[in-house]
């Protein structure tokens, strides 16, 4: 059986719809429905459902995501030794005065597990919790030079080395000769 036979379209569905709530920052039925390639009366089926599992709050005319999904994510971090790297984490952010993270694998993707900014104003639009390839971040390649040779190459086989900046290493070989 091939992964996408064991996949639940339905769930699917609902999560494309809390993504794009999410990253609107909020949304209307007919704006979902628009950005998921749905009719607004599949997607009001599925905002009702999240809304009465009390993911979704209503208000002022559109869907938000409720703080219930902040209890999620702090479960999920919980099972990471983040105690020694938070330090580490806040004493570069405080001596070099930009902003600093650490990243988790998972997936063949990285994700903010937790972020520490000096007090200064260098703002950034990455928050704990997103999600960074890893060939295109500092903590990715990181990330990616300590694995097995075998456990990289399923990795990087697995996904399109894209460009995120003009900086980003897009050629396998390149990336390889960083990595080492």
């Given at each position: 059986?091939?992964?996408?036979?064991?996949?639940?379209?339905?769930?699917?569905?609902?999560?494309?719809?809390?993504?794009?709530?999410?990253?609107?920052?909020?949304?209307g039925t007919s704006e979902i429905?628009?950005?998921?390639?749905?009719?607004?009366?599949?997607?009001?089926?599925?905002?009702?459902?999240?809304?009465?599992?009390?993911?979704?709050?209503?208000?002022?005319?559109?869907?938000?995501?409720?703080?219930?999904?902040?209890?999620?994510?702090?479960?999920?971090?919980?099972?990471?030794?983040?105690?020694?790297?938070?330090?580490?984490?806040?004493?570069?952010?405080?001596?070099?005065?930009?902003?600093?993270?650490?990243?988790?694998?998972?997936?063949?993707?990285?994700?903010?597990?937790?972020?520490?900014?000096?007090?200064?104003?260098?703002?950034?639009?990455?928050?704990?919790?997103?999600?960074?390839?890893l060939h295109a971040t500092a903590?990715?390649?990181?990330?990616?030079?300590?694995?097995?040779?075998?456990?990289?190459?399923?990795?990087?086989?697995?996904?399109?080395?894209?460009?995120?900046?003009?900086?980003?290493?897009?050629?396998?070989?390149?990336?390889?000769?960083?990595?080492?």
């Amino acid at each position: 059986m091939s992964e996408h036979q064991r996949r639940v379209k339905t769930t699917e569905t609902s999560f494309r719809i809390i993504k794009v709530v999410r990253d609107n920052g909020g949304a209307g039925t007919s704006e979902i429905a628009r950005t998921v390639g749905l009719s607004t009366g599949a997607v009001h089926k599925h905002l009702q459902t999240l809304l009465s599992l009390g993911y979704l709050i209503h208000q002022d005319g559109g869907y938000y995501l409720s703080i219930r999904f902040l209890s999620l994510g702090i479960q999920a971090r919980e099972r990471l030794p983040l105690q020694p790297a938070s330090s580490v984490v806040r004493d570069l952010a405080d001596t070099t005065g930009y902003p600093s993270s650490f990243i988790v694998r998972e997936h063949r993707e990285g994700v903010y597990a937790f972020r520490a900014t000096p007090g200064t104003d260098h703002n950034t639009d990455v928050t704990e919790g997103d999600i960074a390839p890893l060939h295109a971040t500092a903590g990715g390649k990181t990330i990616l030079a300590f694995l097995s040779q075998r456990r990289r190459d399923e990795t990087l086989d697995s996904v399109s080395l894209d460009s995120y900046t003009d900086k980003t290493i897009t050629d396998r070989e390149e990336l390889e000769q960083e990595l080492r």
